[in-house]
């Protein structure tokens, strides 16, 4: 880890207090002083603090004679910090990847007194308050900050930069931060990097591969060759039905694999509760939700998913679409409004293991990516994937 705080340098903005020649007490005699355009000049008489002085000449005369006055210049113009970093902050969600990261941090001296007489080191102050802002930036961030140029990153920390209150602090303000690097670190020694590398890739592909199947007619030999553990699951709820129901088109597998609006694109619950009686011994109710309780040991976990799809599509407006990947894990896309009418969607992953294992949560607001940090998964304990929704809507608000 390494950054560039040693190069700061304190004086890029002020100036070493000067003693002023007053001259003499005579008229025409007296001395002079001129402050630079861009600057002004901080003026202590007798050790005490008198007054600012603006661009331009000013006479001495009206100063003591009997006491010392000292002029400390302050540039007042706008001015680039350069922040560089590398190593120094590591990105955790969902992969764990150190990253080399640069700034360029915009700010200006907005109280000239405070930064002449109550800041010892100025820059050196506000580049180790832009570090904590950065640190806490990248709590929230994910990976997609490197393909975005770190436009999270840079929005973050000028918000957190903000609401230090530096103009009353360090008697300077921050315009704006701009991310002019980042870069990240090879992952490929890191085994368990590379296991959230590939949990993270196969949403991304999921979503890619639901577009697809979406629109398309998924045919009982393409359910056999394809996903021969979906055709298998069918087989064993509907028995030699469903070859039949997928042929006539009564049951088609691309709703359990990307739109099952509810509990009935599941497989094991009735997906014809809408045509009672067109097969014996098929009832058309549908389950009743049963009380939501945090998941057990033991708890199997196709029906834990079927419990899941159902509550979340209790949600006002919501559209679920569930995967089942070829490890037993499962991938579920939740699409819902916010309170202000924004488009909420989450992208989950339920490693095999769950609910003991706390789900992966990828969330998107109008189809950007913001950072969420869930405090029910920082205290995971088995609860149900609605709850997560819920907490993301009250967030977005």
Known sequence: ?????????????????????????????????????GWVAVITEGGAFKEILEPGTHFLDKYSM?????????????????????????????VAVE?????????????PR?????????????????????????????VDEIRTQGEGIARTTLQRL????????????????????????????????QQQLKEYTSVRDWQLDSKITQQSKVTWEWLLMHRPEIAQKYLDTYGTLAKEMIDKGLL????????????QGQIGANPMGMFPGLFPGMPGQTAQPQQITAGQPGQDLHKRMSEE??????????????KLLGNGAYNLRVVYPSVSG???????????????????VIVEVDGQEIAFQSSILQRWNGQYLVEIAREAKNRVG
């Open 252 to 263: 088609d597998p691309a709703g359990f694999l990307n739109q099952p609006a509810n509990s």
């Open 114 to 142: 405070r930064v002449a007489l109550e800041i010892k080191t100025p820059l050196t102050n506000l580049y180790d308050r832009v570090i904590q802002a950065v640190r806490s930036a990248v709590v929230y961030a994910t």
């Open 1 to 37: 880890m390494s950054n560039n705080r040693h190069m700061i340098n304190d004086f890029d903005i002020i100036r070493p207090a000067q003693l002023l020649d007053k001259g003499l007490p005579i008229p025409f005699l007296a001395g002079r002083y001129t402050v630079e355009d």
């Open 66 to 94: 009997w006491r010392d006055v000292k002029a400390i210049s302050i540039d007042t113009r706008i001015q680039t910090l350069n922040v560089s970093t590398q190593g120094e902050f590591t990105i955790q969600q969902p």
């Open 162 to 193: 903000q609401g230090m209150q530096l103009p009353k602090v360090l008697g300077i303000e921050v315009s704006n931060v701009l991310v002019t690097t980042i870069k990240a670190g090879s992952v490929g020694k890191d085994v368990l990097a």
């Open 309 to 322: 799809t159902q509550y979340l599509s209790g949600i006002p407006g919501a559209n679920v679409e569930t």
């Open 99 to 111: 990253i080399d990261l640069d700034l360029a941090v915009e700010y200006q001296v907005s109280d």
């Open 342 to 360: 924004k488009q909420i969607t989450l992208y989950i992953v339920c490693q095999v293991g769950y609910p003991q294992k706390a789900p992966s």
